[in-house]
């Protein structure tokens, strides 16, 4: 069995007794045990602060690209390796594994080419100068420069590879030191990569540490000039949003929670044509990789009414072919949720949602596995539901099942009434719409952009090139408003801007022209 450490002040630490056992969620085999206890928070961000950022701001945005690069080598060289591990520890199967190993080394390797292009400085321009005066000598510029504290990360427990990396690449680059928290259940693959990274000696000392357990009390450390990006459950998000830090110290804070993603299918659908073929191919992968444990995945889909029941039948047929069971087993295309909790919480989710819409395919009780052991594993099967009067079901727009679970909901086929109806929402990830009408799409999607972080528009030009609906990519955007948190992650440079002060700088034109150039 393997001991998890933290990585703290540039040495490995066991934590102190009791240890949470991580288990294989297909065997329930105890795989490793973690603990943080004993790991002196406060030595940790300080030493982050004092260390790590002055040791990353003196690299540039050039050398934090190249430190960034080699991020992504160092990790990619292990990628068959880490594969086994999220297969074991996270229920994942192979492809499962891949989009989050990947999505990790691909958002490194992103953010370095994006880095590269910034120079060997630490600060950036935001817009022109403008003259504020009557004289043209006095302007005002807005500039960019690292925050000197620490940049806290807290993860989910659905994404061990990217949800760390993905953070962590925005944060080195915008110059501010890491400490990452990664969800206590499935930590052992972000350990493994940290331990890749610490043994290849490529990361300066104090930027980037590991708190590989439960650390209720790491956030009571907070100061003004830290930030702290959080990843998890809405009540959590909350919970920390009350923190002392953020209200007190005014520290700044990012909140990526849960969210009620939603599909819509235009009323110009046909079965058979490419559009409505990608509508049901994303439907169905988003209710199957990662057994829906994905922020972004489709729970909602509204579908025009005289749709409905052709779009239910070739889903229903579609979720019959799906075989589930262990992912170590060939052929296996949805492994286990990740933990006994969440299968707890799917049954009872269903359950719930069941009292307002009817089950039409699957069961949360019931479900036919391959290749685990007898009585053993938190398997759950893909259950689809109708609603047929999407208003009077208030569960299916709140209750977020984080498994493979999908309900349908007819609309009158209006852009207007379909937008009305995502919003029950408050507020989402991502939404999909797939239509070959144009003027659908032009009504429809600046209706739904006031409520969500990304919305895809499938049409009949790009159904087959369009990426799938819960792919987060760096170039774009990712997160939400209102119940998604209200955070905003990636999109590019726009996500260092979290890690930065903007500060709005008064005075001489010349000076401030000038103030950049090396
Ligand atoms: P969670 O229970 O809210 O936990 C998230 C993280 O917060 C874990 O690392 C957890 O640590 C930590 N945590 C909890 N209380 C804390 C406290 N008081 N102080 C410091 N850390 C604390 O969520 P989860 O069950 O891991 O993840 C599933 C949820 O995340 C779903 O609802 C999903 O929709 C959402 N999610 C959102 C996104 C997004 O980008 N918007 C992405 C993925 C998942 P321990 O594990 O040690 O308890």
Request: with cysteine; glycine share 12%; charged share 20%.
């Amino acid at each position: 069995m393997i001991t998890i450490q933290n990585y703290v002040c540039d040495a490995w630490q066991v934590g102190a007794a009791p240890r949470v056992s991580l288990l294989n969620p297909a065997t329930e085999e105890v795989l490793a045990e973690t603990s943080s206890a004993g790991v002196d928070f406060a030595a940790t961000l300080s030493h982050a602060r004092e260390v790590g950022g002055p040791a990353l701001r003196a690299l540039g945005f050039a050398g934090r690209a190249e430190l960034l690069k080699n991020m992504s080598a160092a990790l990619h060289e292990h990628r068959e390796r880490l594969i086994d591990v999220a297969m074991a520890n996270g229920g994942n199967t192979r492809g499962d594994a891949k989009f989050d190993i990947d999505g990790a080394t691909g958002t490194l390797g992103y953010y370095a080419s994006l880095g590269r292009k910034l120079g060997n400085g630490n600060a950036l321009w935001d817009g022109e100068s403008e003259q504020l005066t009557r004289s043209a000598r006095f302007h005002g510029r807005h500039l960019w420069v690292p925050r000197q504290g620490v940049a806290v990360h807290i993860n989910a427990f659905n994404f061990p590879a990217w949800g760390t990396f993905e953070k962590a690449a925005v944060a080195l680059l915008a110059g501010m030191p890491v400490v990452s928290k990664p969800a206590t259940a499935t930590c052992l693959l972000a350990y493994e990569m940290v331990k890749i990274l610490v043994e290849a000696e490529i990361m300066p000392r104090g930027s980037f540490q590991l708190i590989a357990g439960p650390a209720r009390a790491l956030l009571q450390e907070l100061q003004a000039q830290d930030v702290l990006a959080f990843t998890g459950s809405a009540d959590t998000g909350a919970r920390l949003r009350a923190g002392p830090g953020p209200v007190e110290r005014s520290v700044r804070v990012n909140i990526e929670a849960d969210s009620l993603n939603s599909a819509v299918l235009g009323p110009d659908l046909e079965p058979g044509d490419g559009v409505y073929s990608r509508a049901l191919a994303n439907i169905v992968k988003e209710m199957t990789q990662k057994t829906g444990q994905k922020c972004t995945a489709i729970r909602r889909v509204f579908v025009a009414t005289g749709l409905i029941d052709t779009l239910q039948a070739d889903l229903s047929a579609e979720l019959a072919e799906k075989c589930v069971g262990n992912p170590a087993e060939k052929g296996v295309d949805m492994g286990p949720l990740t933990s006994a909790d969440q299968l707890r919480d799917y049954r009872t989710g269903v359950a719930e949602l069941s009292r307002q819409a009817r089950i039409v395919f699957g069961s949360a009780e019931r479900v036919e596995v391959r290749g685990a052991p007898e009585g053993k594993g938190y398997f759950a099967g893909p259950v689809l539901l109708r609603a047929d009067k999407p208003e009077a079901a208030p569960l299916v727009h709140s209750r977020e099942v984080f498994g493979p679970v999908v309900t349908l909901m007819p609309y009158d086929g209006s852009a207007a009434r379909a937008a009305e109806l995502v919003a029950l929402g408050g507020g989402s990830l991502a939404c999909s719409v797939y239509s070959k009408k144009r003027a659908f799409l032009a009504e429809i999607l600046p209706a739904l952009a006031p409520y969500h972080g990304r919305v895809l528009a499938i049409d009949g030009k790009v159904a087959e090139l369009a990426t799938p609906h819960g792919t987060v990519l760096p170039q774009v955007v990712h997160g939400g408003p209102g119940r998604a948190g209200g955070g905003e992650e990636l999109g590019g440079l726009r996500g260092l801007r979290f890690y930065m002060q903007r500060c709005g700088l008064q005075g001489n034109r010349a000076l401030l022209e000038k103030l950049l150039e090396a």
